[in-house]
């Protein structure tokens, strides 16, 4: 089992950068496809970016493409993404999760554990 923690999050201005963080404790981090979801008020939760075990695969969504960029530090246990050029249709709560066994990761029920998620605000 592994526990996740993100942070990182905050407000910000549109135009605007902020680098989000995920800590995993309990197993290695390696052992796991990671993904970024995020969810808006009223709205289903939302796949955002994956990277592969070892960091080599990475698929984004279409509307951060170019925007976000996803990375790992498997030594440190933790994955990070960066997020330029903030809209505010990007304001939502960012989760960070983990898949051990490899299927479609764009959707939630694949990963397996889950943070508590960090609140991201674009303001206009």
């Known amino acids: 089992q592994v526990q996740l923690v993100e942070s990182g999050g905050g407000l910000v201005q549109a135009g605007g950068s902020l680098r989000l963080s995920c800590v995993a404790s309990?197993?290695?981090?390696?052992?796991?496809?990671m993904g970024w979801f995020r969810q808006a008020p009223g709205k289903e939760r939302e796949f955002v970016v994956c990277i592969g075990k070892i960091g080599v695969r990475k698929y984004y969504a279409d509307s951060v493409k170019g925007r976000f960029t996803i990375s790992r530090d498997n030594a440190k246990n933790t994955v990070y993404l960066q997020m330029n050029s903030l809209k505010p249709d990007d304001t939502a709560v960012y989760y960070c999760a983990a898949a051990i066994s490899v299927g479609d990761t764009t959707r939630p029920i694949t990963y397996d554990y889950w943070g508590q998620g960090t609140q991201v605000t674009v303001s206009s």
């Open positions: 309990g197993r290695a981090v390696s052992n796991y496809v």
